[in-house]
């Protein structure tokens, strides 16, 4: 049925359901929902021309490859629809993704050329730090020290906190491993960067962040995406028109997003101290940078 006759019919539905008797001069009879409707507000949300434009005939960043563009419904995840961008990822490829946050350059941890091509695109520095997506606290425990869980010494058992946290809106600054690339944690090869060895940690409280991080072998490597300091693209149509030149292989469109990162919290000192708030509230067991902790 073509888009002209849903519009009649819905406008006929409406006319129809307008002129049907009322209980009193205040209320309706309560009628069944009509099914037509909400499958007509899809079809007019899908029909927006810049995503028409992305879902339809794409963006070449040359002449050989084009910008895959997957629009997904943000409450429903057809995972399917994530397969050919599982797969890219798996292949090498840089795209953007939604968190639970802002939306999010990422790639595979374990490329050496994606990460690389990752920092061109979005243009940072080497010395500019990157963040992991993670699926699980596993993927934590693989690639960093893992969180503090107490001792004989006194030391609090942070873990059982954190994990009320996660999933969540919270950027967790911790020790790397050896597991973790070199790349990842040696930010340039200056003496300044040489003795940097910690990492941000993230597991999403996304859908469809979490179904790609879920079929992947590790996790992803992250940048958020931002067009200068804490001014962030929250509109992937945007970010399309922004980064898809740049040399992007893949933009999933999970909504518009608000404009609120992540509360970052550097682990590595005790008390654990928040140096970005963000969308993540203070815990009890945090202490803010500047702030006296014995307040």
Not at 26 to 42: D, G, H, Q
Not at 55 to 60: F, M
Not at 70 to 84: A, I, Q, S
Not at 238 to 258: H, K, M, N, Q, S
Request: charged share 25%.
């Amino acid at each position: 049925m073509s888009l002209e006759s849903l519009t009649t019919l819905a406008l006929s539905s409406r006319h129809s359901i307008a002129n049907l008797p009322f209980t009193n001069h205040r209320s309706p009879a309560l009628l069944p929902v009509p099914k037509l409707l909400p499958v007509f507000t899809s079809l007019l949300k899908k029909r927006n021309p810049k995503r028409l434009k992305y879902s339809t005939q794409r963006l070449y960043k040359d002449d050989r490859l084009p910008m895959l563009y997957v629009e997904m419904d943000p409450l429903w995840v057809d995972t399917w629809k994530l397969e050919p961008v599982i797969k890219l990822i798996k292949d090498g490829a840089v795209g953007v993704i939604p968190t639970d946050t802002v939306y999010s350059i990422v790639c595979d941890l374990k490329s050496h050329s994606s990460i690389e091509r990752l920092r061109r695109i979005k243009n940072i520095r080497s010395s500019k730090p990157l963040s992991i997506l993670c699926h699980s606290l596993q993927d934590i425990d693989t690639y960093t020290t893992g969180f503090p869980r107490g001792n004989a010494q006194g030391q609090a058992n942070i873990f059982r906190a954190v994990k009320h946290c996660l999933p969540g809106p919270y950027t967790f600054i911790l020790p790397a491993t050896k597991a973790l690339p070199k790349q990842c944690i040696r930010h340039g090869t200056t003496t300044k960067f040489v003795s940097r060895k910690n990492v941000g940690v993230r597991i999403p409280d996304d859908t469809i962040c979490q179904a790609i991080l879920n079929n992947l072998d590790a996790p992803l490597i992250s940048t958020s995406v931002e067009s200068a300091e804490d001014q962030w693209i929250i509109d992937p149509i945007i970010i399309a028109d922004t980064y898809g030149p740049e040399g992007l292989d893949f933009i999933v469109d999970g909504g518009t997003r608000i404009a609120d990162p992540s509360t970052v919290v550097d682990m590595t000192r005790n008390p654990p101290t928040i140096i970005r708030q963000g969308k993540g509230p203070k815990q009890e067991w945090m202490v803010v940078e500047g702030e006296d902790s014995t307040a």
